[in-house]
Protein backbone atom coordinates (compact mmCIF):
# COMPACT_ATOMS: atom_id res chain seq x y z
CA UNK A 1 0.00 0.00 0.00
CA UNK A 2 0.82 3.60 -0.14
CA UNK A 3 1.49 3.27 3.35
CA UNK A 4 4.80 0.74 3.20
CA UNK A 5 6.10 2.48 -0.11
CA UNK A 6 6.89 5.97 1.92
CA UNK A 7 10.66 6.35 3.09
CA UNK A 8 9.02 7.72 5.93
CA UNK A 9 5.88 6.36 7.61
CA UNK A 10 3.21 8.95 8.88
CA UNK A 11 1.78 9.18 12.15
CA UNK A 12 -0.13 6.53 13.43
CA UNK A 13 -3.35 8.93 13.79
CA UNK A 14 -3.07 10.11 9.83
CA UNK A 15 -2.96 6.76 8.65
CA UNK A 16 -5.90 5.38 10.69
CA UNK A 17 -7.78 8.94 10.14
CA UNK A 18 -7.56 9.22 6.24
CA UNK A 19 -8.95 5.99 5.52
CA UNK A 20 -12.01 6.05 8.22
CA UNK A 21 -12.62 9.51 6.97
CA UNK A 22 -12.73 8.66 3.38
CA UNK A 23 -15.11 5.65 3.98
CA UNK A 24 -17.41 8.00 6.12
CA UNK A 25 -17.71 10.48 3.48
CA UNK A 26 -18.20 7.96 0.88
CA UNK A 27 -21.30 6.80 2.91
CA UNK A 28 -22.22 10.20 4.18
CA UNK A 29 -22.60 11.25 -0.12
CA UNK A 30 -24.23 8.22 -0.96
CA UNK A 31 -26.98 8.85 1.15
CA UNK A 32 -27.81 12.55 0.83
CA UNK A 33 -28.04 13.20 -2.12
CA UNK A 34 -31.03 11.06 -1.92
CA UNK A 35 -32.66 12.68 0.96
CA UNK A 36 -33.76 16.05 1.31
CA UNK A 37 -31.20 19.01 2.14
CA UNK A 38 -33.23 21.89 0.38
CA UNK A 39 -36.78 23.35 1.40
CA UNK A 40 -38.51 25.72 -1.30
CA UNK A 41 -41.44 27.48 0.08
CA UNK A 42 -43.83 30.08 -1.93
CA UNK A 43 -44.76 32.83 0.36
CA UNK A 44 -47.42 35.53 -0.72
CA UNK A 45 -50.51 35.36 -2.32
CA UNK A 46 -49.69 32.47 -4.70
CA UNK A 47 -48.32 30.80 -1.67
CA UNK A 48 -51.80 30.91 -0.04
CA UNK A 49 -53.38 29.54 -3.04
CA UNK A 50 -50.95 27.00 -2.68
CA UNK A 51 -52.16 25.80 0.44
CA UNK A 52 -50.27 22.90 1.82
CA UNK A 53 -48.03 22.43 -1.49
CA UNK A 54 -46.50 25.67 -1.15
CA UNK A 55 -43.97 23.77 0.17
CA UNK A 56 -41.40 21.29 -1.39
CA UNK A 57 -38.32 19.66 -0.29
CA UNK A 58 -35.51 18.74 -2.61
CA UNK A 59 -32.84 16.50 -2.89
CA UNK A 60 -29.68 16.33 -5.35
CA UNK A 61 -31.28 13.72 -7.06
CA UNK A 62 -34.48 14.97 -7.44
CA UNK A 63 -33.42 18.10 -8.84
CA UNK A 64 -31.41 16.15 -11.53
CA UNK A 65 -34.36 14.25 -11.93
CA UNK A 66 -36.16 17.85 -12.89
CA UNK A 67 -33.67 19.00 -15.32
CA UNK A 68 -35.45 17.32 -18.05
CA UNK A 69 -38.64 19.75 -17.46
CA UNK A 70 -36.65 22.79 -16.14
CA UNK A 71 -36.89 24.78 -19.38
CA UNK A 72 -39.68 24.36 -22.31
CA UNK A 73 -37.28 26.64 -24.31
CA UNK A 74 -34.79 24.62 -24.61
CA UNK A 75 -34.07 21.81 -26.49
CA UNK A 76 -34.90 18.58 -24.70
CA UNK A 77 -31.98 17.06 -26.03
CA UNK A 78 -29.01 19.17 -24.59
CA UNK A 79 -31.50 19.34 -21.39
CA UNK A 80 -30.83 14.98 -21.13
CA UNK A 81 -27.11 16.03 -22.03
CA UNK A 82 -27.27 18.62 -19.11
CA UNK A 83 -28.93 15.72 -16.81
CA UNK A 84 -25.80 13.11 -17.47
CA UNK A 85 -23.47 15.75 -17.34
CA UNK A 86 -24.94 16.54 -13.64
CA UNK A 87 -25.85 12.74 -12.53
CA UNK A 88 -22.07 12.04 -13.35
CA UNK A 89 -19.79 15.35 -11.95
CA UNK A 90 -22.27 15.54 -9.22
CA UNK A 91 -23.44 11.96 -8.23
CA UNK A 92 -21.22 9.74 -9.17
CA UNK A 93 -17.83 10.85 -9.63
CA UNK A 94 -17.71 12.07 -6.00
CA UNK A 95 -18.13 8.53 -4.83
CA UNK A 96 -15.46 7.42 -6.83
CA UNK A 97 -13.13 9.93 -5.62
CA UNK A 98 -13.68 8.91 -2.04
CA UNK A 99 -13.59 4.82 -3.11
CA UNK A 100 -10.26 5.61 -5.09
CA UNK A 101 -8.36 7.67 -2.87
CA UNK A 102 -9.41 4.62 -0.11
CA UNK A 103 -8.05 2.22 -2.35
CA UNK A 104 -5.08 4.27 -3.31
CA UNK A 105 -4.25 4.11 0.11
CA UNK A 106 -4.82 0.97 1.69
CA UNK A 107 -4.69 -1.58 -1.05
CA UNK A 108 -1.75 -3.16 -1.60
CA UNK A 109 -0.44 -3.30 -6.21
CA UNK A 110 2.11 -3.29 -7.98
CA UNK A 111 4.03 0.45 -9.09
CA UNK A 112 2.14 -0.07 -12.59
CA UNK A 113 -0.82 -0.66 -11.46
CA UNK A 114 -0.40 1.90 -8.46
CA UNK A 115 1.12 4.53 -11.03
CA UNK A 116 -2.11 3.74 -13.23
CA UNK A 117 -5.05 3.77 -10.35
CA UNK A 118 -3.05 7.58 -9.14
CA UNK A 119 -3.85 8.93 -12.64
CA UNK A 120 -7.42 7.78 -12.61
CA UNK A 121 -7.72 9.41 -9.28
CA UNK A 122 -6.39 12.57 -10.88
CA UNK A 123 -8.56 12.74 -13.57
CA UNK A 124 -11.45 11.74 -11.07
CA UNK A 125 -10.51 14.50 -8.96
CA UNK A 126 -11.08 17.17 -12.06
CA UNK A 127 -14.40 16.29 -13.10
CA UNK A 128 -15.80 15.84 -9.32
CA UNK A 129 -17.50 18.76 -9.02
CA UNK A 130 -19.95 18.54 -6.23
CA UNK A 131 -18.00 20.41 -4.07
CA UNK A 132 -18.16 23.33 -6.74
CA UNK A 133 -22.35 22.59 -6.87
CA UNK A 134 -22.85 23.09 -3.19
CA UNK A 135 -20.98 25.83 -2.67
CA UNK A 136 -22.79 27.69 -5.45
CA UNK A 137 -26.25 26.68 -3.91
CA UNK A 138 -25.99 28.46 -0.85
CA UNK A 139 -24.66 31.70 -2.97
CA UNK A 140 -27.79 31.24 -5.51
CA UNK A 141 -30.02 30.72 -2.47
CA UNK A 142 -29.32 33.95 -0.64
CA UNK A 143 -30.52 35.72 -3.93
CA UNK A 144 -33.45 33.63 -5.12
CA UNK A 145 -36.29 35.62 -3.44
CA UNK A 146 -34.81 39.14 -4.89
CA UNK A 147 -33.99 36.75 -8.46
CA UNK A 148 -38.20 35.93 -8.43
CA UNK A 149 -39.28 39.25 -8.20
CA UNK A 150 -36.92 40.23 -11.04
CA UNK A 151 -38.32 37.71 -13.04
CA UNK A 152 -42.14 39.00 -12.66
CA UNK A 153 -40.70 42.39 -13.27
CA UNK A 154 -43.86 45.13 -12.94
CA UNK A 155 -46.56 42.00 -13.05
CA UNK A 156 -47.57 42.65 -9.21
CA UNK A 157 -46.53 45.85 -8.60
CA UNK A 158 -50.66 47.08 -8.10
CA UNK A 159 -51.12 43.62 -6.52
CA UNK A 160 -48.35 44.47 -3.83
CA UNK A 161 -49.85 47.44 -3.47
CA UNK A 162 -53.15 46.78 -2.43
CA UNK A 163 -52.01 43.65 -0.27
CA UNK A 164 -49.86 46.15 1.77
CA UNK A 165 -53.00 48.41 2.24
CA UNK A 166 -55.10 45.60 4.49
CA UNK A 167 -52.97 44.51 7.11
CA UNK A 168 -56.08 41.93 7.74
CA UNK A 169 -55.53 40.52 4.62
CA UNK A 170 -51.67 40.35 4.55
CA UNK A 171 -52.18 38.80 7.97
CA UNK A 172 -53.59 35.69 5.87
CA UNK A 173 -50.84 35.55 3.69
CA UNK A 174 -47.54 33.53 4.53
CA UNK A 175 -44.36 35.56 5.01
CA UNK A 176 -44.77 38.99 3.06
CA UNK A 177 -48.09 40.72 1.97
CA UNK A 178 -46.90 40.22 -1.60
CA UNK A 179 -47.58 38.98 -4.23
CA UNK A 180 -45.04 36.27 -4.65
CA UNK A 181 -41.91 35.18 -2.61
CA UNK A 182 -40.00 32.36 -1.84
CA UNK A 183 -37.64 31.51 1.01
CA UNK A 184 -35.24 28.48 0.44
CA UNK A 185 -33.81 26.61 3.70
CA UNK A 186 -31.33 24.48 3.73
CA UNK A 187 -31.39 21.07 6.33
CA UNK A 188 -29.47 19.92 8.65
CA UNK A 189 -29.14 17.07 6.18
CA UNK A 190 -26.92 19.58 3.61
CA UNK A 191 -24.11 19.96 6.80
CA UNK A 192 -23.54 16.64 6.17
CA UNK A 193 -23.41 17.04 2.24
CA UNK A 194 -21.14 19.83 2.66
CA UNK A 195 -18.89 18.62 5.15
CA UNK A 196 -18.76 15.52 3.26
CA UNK A 197 -17.67 16.90 0.30
CA UNK A 198 -15.67 19.40 1.59
CA UNK A 199 -13.31 16.14 3.16
CA UNK A 200 -13.11 13.98 0.39
CA UNK A 201 -11.98 16.97 -1.92
CA UNK A 202 -9.40 17.63 0.75
CA UNK A 203 -8.16 14.09 1.55
CA UNK A 204 -8.32 13.00 -2.08
CA UNK A 205 -5.69 15.64 -2.66
CA UNK A 206 -3.86 14.51 0.39
CA UNK A 207 -3.93 11.38 -0.72
CA UNK A 208 -2.48 12.02 -4.10
CA UNK A 209 0.37 14.24 -2.98
CA UNK A 210 1.68 11.83 -1.01
CA UNK A 211 0.82 8.75 -3.56
CA UNK A 212 3.03 11.42 -6.07
CA UNK A 213 5.89 11.49 -3.34
CA UNK A 214 6.07 7.75 -2.73
CA UNK A 215 6.23 7.09 -6.28
CA UNK A 216 9.45 9.80 -6.57
CA UNK A 217 11.16 8.17 -3.38
CA UNK A 218 10.73 4.82 -4.58
CA UNK A 219 11.81 5.86 -8.33
CA UNK A 220 14.94 7.31 -6.27
CA UNK A 221 15.89 4.29 -4.55
CA UNK A 222 15.17 2.04 -7.53
CA UNK A 223 17.88 3.94 -9.43
CA UNK A 224 21.75 3.01 -8.60
CA UNK A 225 23.88 6.21 -7.32
CA UNK A 226 27.03 6.01 -8.90
CA UNK A 227 30.14 7.61 -7.78
CA UNK A 228 31.00 9.68 -11.17
CA UNK A 229 27.82 10.67 -12.85
CA UNK A 230 29.47 12.69 -16.21
CA UNK A 231 32.48 12.43 -17.40
CA UNK A 232 33.81 15.71 -16.37
CA UNK A 233 32.99 13.80 -12.75
CA UNK A 234 36.02 12.04 -14.18
CA UNK A 235 38.22 14.25 -15.09
CA UNK A 236 37.86 16.60 -12.07
CA UNK A 237 38.32 13.64 -9.72
CA UNK A 238 41.78 12.44 -12.16
Given at each position: ?67 P???Q ?11 V ?16 S???W?V ?12 F ?30 T??D ?10 S ?12 V ?14 L???T ?28 SA ?11
Amino acid sequence: SLLLWRKRRLPVTVQLLVPLLLAACLLTIGATVWVPVLTLEVQGLIGFLLAESRTTDWSIAKLASHIPTGSQMAPRGWLLLLQVGFVTTCMITPLVLALSSLLLWTVGMRPGTFRRLLTFVEVVAAWSWLDVYVVIMITSLLSLNQFAQFTLGDECTTLNLILGSYPKLAELLPGEPVCLAVQPELKGTFALLFTATMLVTGISAFVMQAATSALRERAERATPTSAFQSLDDVENYS
